[in-house]
């Protein structure tokens, strides 16, 4: 009968219904039930999106199931895609809180460390990282108990993989370590120095600076100077250029006579290392390593050594040495640089690579000061004006960005006969770049030149730039008019740049029109009532009435930028109008911007 008839199937969304409701009776495990389905899912996309939600599902789940049930089950999930594998080691070292606090932190350590084997590098250093995020948070029994047999355990591992990554751990650690402890730690160090594979031991060289960092002044000296000479002398060069870098952190925790006795053989071997990327390091460090030195090796033999770099075969060296001469400079007397880096200066600035006359154009405007107003005179201008008409534009571009320095130097009149004429020319440069460095440096200049030398020699060239073809240049010319303005005054502005602009209105191509709404706009910043209402509003309303509906929507916006700039009755009985106007405009364009700058009234 009808009461006993079986009841119809539910339709597809009710049975999702019914079986949610059946899961919320126990929504502790729902959301573990959710993440294991997607962990487990084919779309790896879908995978890494559930190792992002980890901390999320271990909050709803307290610290005790995440030990008992998350932990376990991610240990076992670490045979995926690299990227998978990676946000996992990033996660894990989040989650000291929400295992129940560092005393519970051990059992992130040992998925961090299959972690730390695997074979890709990024996971395996992202997995260090978190482990040395994670010792952060422990107290010294934690460490002394359980992450330092960690430490062993991944140093002695039969992988290289397991090794290297033991190398980035032991400086994380080490102050909380009793003494017996850091003994066997810097032993352990020892052994990883002398492993067998290139890349452990490079990883040792590349950790060793952190390390002797947090090490005590005796053991320094004793355990990790020996293995700081024995890896600057391994037969890899990915090796021995590590070593450069660790003169530094060495050199931070000695005397600077300890620091030259003990680091300076190895410096001086490295300069003239067989391999050019060990020399390379020597040039980039070379300023660092100045620092930690004597001030009689740096004026003796540090020179020498840089002025060999500065001539190297390799133009990769010389790039970096080239990059230094200032900063070296500075280090030495000025007597001594004016006699020793000018004449390398000019080598290396008819120097066979660009990239070499470009790092030298990058900073040798800073050795004016150095050397002294004669000195750059007779030997520093001749490179700058062989660097400006450099046939590299990153070259030409390096140079002008540096033109103040000179100028405090020699004085602008100077400046302006000997720099001028090569500046006036590369504001005329094919590079759009080069040209853009210009413009920016004109108000800086025009500043020193002062208003009439700037009318007769660079106020015609700043007015070329606002038709100029790249959008860019003619945009920074603009701003370079409203500049002008604050130095010169708004009585310079209306008798040089504001008849300039109403001419140039006159210009059949609409792009310039639009560019002399875009100067208007920004010269009502720097101009009073007076001089608004009467030179800037009338070129204002020509661009209001213009065919083109790009330059009126212009027209709208520099409206609106003079209704907020400046006070005036003008403004509502001249400006207000032409926006009512314009919004009942053909184009949908024209209207919308005619509303926006009436909000500015």
Known sequence: NACNARPPPCPPARKCARKAAMASKDDGLMPVAVLIDELKNEDTQARLNAVHRLTTIATALGPERTRSELIPYLQKSVDDEDEVLLALAEELGKFVKLVGGASHAQCLFEPLRVLAEVEETIVREKAVESLCKIAEELDASIVSASYVPLITSIAEGDWFTSRVSACGLFASVYPSCDDGQKADLRELYGKLCKDETPMVRRAAASNLGALAKVVEKDALLSDIMPLFVLLSEDDQDSVRLLAVENCVAMGEKLTKSESTSGTLPVLRASATDKSWRVRYVVADKICDLCNTMDEGIVHGELLELFLALLADSEAEVRTAAASKVTCFAEKIPAETARERLAQPAANLSRDPSKHVRAALASVVMGLAPVVGKETTIDKLVPIFLHLLKDESPDVRLNIISRLDAVSDVVGIELLSQSLLPAIVQLAEDRQWRVRLAIIEYIPLLASQLGVDFFDDKLAALCMSWLSDQVYSIREA?????????????????????????????????????????????????????????????????????????????????????????????????????????????????????????????
């Open 477 to 601: 010319a603009t701003t370079n008019l409203k500049k002008l303005t604050e130095i010169f005054g708004a009585q310079w502005a209306v008798e040089n740049i504001v008849p300039k602009i109403s001419d140039m209105y006159s210009n059949p191509n609409y792009l310039y029109r639009m560019t002399t709404m875009f100067a208007a706009g920004l010269l009502c910043e720097a101009c009073d009532a007076s001089v608004v209402e009467e030179h800037l509003v009338p070129i204002v309303e020509r661009g209001a009435a213009d065919p083109i509906p790009n330059v009126r929507f212009n027209a709208c916006k520099t409206i609106g930028k003079i209704a907020t700039a400046s006070q005036g009755a003008f403004v509502d009985s001249r400006l207000r109008p032409l926006l009512e106007k314009l919004q009942e405009d053909s184009d949908a364009d024209v209207r919308y911007f005619a509303a926006r700058a009436l909000e500015c009234f």
